[in-house]
């Protein structure tokens, strides 16, 4: 496996997720400050927004307004201009639990995911993933998926999923009107690989997050079709979270770094940090 090493960029946050690079910046959700923030190459940080409900999962419809996973009422915010919130859609009759990843598609598509359950007061159950249409109508995508996380799309049309705990992508064929159907197995990892959020690079591989660990295997990973691992970006002392590809070329991957445990997770306590690594590939439009 080729190994990559990571350089810091920015400290002094909490719990950063839903990374994407837009506009010229990259953008991230603070779990714990209830903040979305941009951050300029510099690393220079803005706030965008505040969320009462904790931001998650960050996407952009075609004209570029900004959406953004509401977690405690399983809601899509749109944020305009001046920061304010306007819910987007409403998934809540659909989720298991907190609302959590978020894909927006270049054709205005939207699918979401939630954890399904109570983190650290109830076992783990499957759920399902929703799709909000560009009219904001929201439908319940057919099928059960397991701690469904981060998403992308290939250049062919297929939606790929992390399903964390069952540590695998699951990929699903997706229609012109953006129904997902014909789930299957794009890569299984092995048991120690818990796939939290992911970017795909333009050769076809897909970087991520491996989660809930800050041991030996704490770090991002590339993983190809079929299962076979070729890269890593370890990662020490935090979990692995999100990633994305930035830069004027998207060649830098940025990556979300927390140092916190499941109890402190739960009392919402962590100190999260962003890295990023030239790892010798390209990354697709998120």
Same mark, same amino acid.
């Given at each position: 496996?080729?190994?990559?090493?990571?350089?810091?960029?920015?400290?002094?946050?909490?719990?950063?997720?839903?990374?994407?690079?837009?506009?010229?910046?990259?953008?991230?959700?603070?779990?714990?400050?209830?903040?979305?923030?941009?951050?300029?190459?510099?690393?220079? !940080?803005?706030?965008? +927004?505040?969320?009462? =409900?904790?931001?998650?999962? %960050?996407?952009?419809? $075609? &004209? #570029?307004?900004?959406? *953004?996973?509401?977690?405690?009422?399983?809601?899509?915010?749109?944020?305009?201009?001046?920061?304010?919130?306007?819910?987007? !859609?409403?998934?809540? +009759?659909?989720?298991? =639990?907190?609302?959590?990843? %978020?894909?927006?598609? $270049? &054709? #205005?598509?939207?699918? *979401?995911?939630?954890?399904?359950?109570?983190?650290?007061?109830?076992?783990?159950r499957p759920t399902a993933l929703a799709h909000v249409d560009p009219?904001?109508?929201?439908?319940?995508?057919?099928?059960?998926? %397991?701690?469904?996380?981060?998403?992308?799309?290939?250049?062919d049309g297929r939606l790929l999923l992390a399903e964390t705990f069952?540590?695998?992508?699951?990929?699903?064929?997706?229609?012109?009107?953006?129904?997902?159907?014909?789930?299957?197995?794009?890569?299984?990892?092995?048991?120690?690989?818990?796939?939290?959020?992911?970017?795909?690079?333009?050769?076809?591989?897909?970087?991520?997050?491996?989660?809930?660990?800050?041991?030996?295997?704490?770090?991002?990973?590339?993983?190809?079709?079929?299962?076979?691992?070729?890269?890593?970006?370890?990662?020490?002392?935090?979990?692995?979270?999100?990633?994305?590809?930035?830069?004027?070329?998207?060649?830098?991957?940025?990556?979300?770094?927390?140092?916190?445990?499941?109890?402190?997770?739960?009392?919402?306590?962590?100190?999260?940090?962003?890295?990023?690594?030239?790892?010798?590939?390209?990354?697709?439009?998120?």
């Amino acid at each position: 496996m080729k190994l990559h090493t990571p350089t810091g960029f920015v400290t002094g946050h909490q719990f950063l997720e839903g990374l994407r690079w837009h506009d010229g910046a990259l953008w991230a959700s603070d779990f714990f400050a209830g903040t979305v923030l941009t951050f300029a190459p510099d690393g220079d !940080a803005a706030t965008v +927004a505040t969320v009462p =409900g904790a931001p998650s999962g %960050l996407g952009f419809l $075609p &004209d #570029g307004t900004p959406l *953004v996973v509401s977690q405690a009422d399983a809601t899509v915010q749109r944020i305009g201009t001046d920061g304010t919130l306007s819910t987007y !859609a409403d998934f809540s +009759a659909i989720a298991g =639990g907190p609302g959590n990843d %978020l894909l927006v598609t $270049p &054709d #205005g598509h939207a699918y *979401v995911g939630n954890f399904g359950f109570a983190v650290g007061s109830e076992d783990p159950r499957p759920t399902a993933l929703a799709h909000v249409d560009p009219q904001g109508t929201v439908r319940r995508v057919e099928g059960e998926v %397991l701690f469904p996380n981060g998403m992308a799309l290939t250049p062919d049309g297929r939606l790929l999923l992390a399903e964390t705990f069952l540590h695998r992508i699951t990929a699903y064929d997706r229609a012109p009107d953006g129904t997902l159907s014909s789930p299957e197995v794009w890569a299984q990892l092995p048991e120690a690989f818990m796939p939290d959020g992911i970017a795909l690079d333009a050769d076809g591989g897909v970087w991520f997050g491996n989660a809930l660990t800050t041991g030996d295997d704490a770090g991002f990973y590339r993983v190809v079709e079929g299962g076979e691992l070729t890269d890593t970006v370890p990662v020490a002392g935090a979990q692995a979270v999100a990633c994305a590809f930035g830069g004027e070329d998207l060649d830098t991957l940025y990556m979300s770094c927390n140092a916190t445990t499941l109890e402190e997770f739960v009392q919402g306590r962590s100190t999260g940090a962003i890295a990023t690594a030239s790892v010798g590939r390209r990354g697709t439009p998120a």
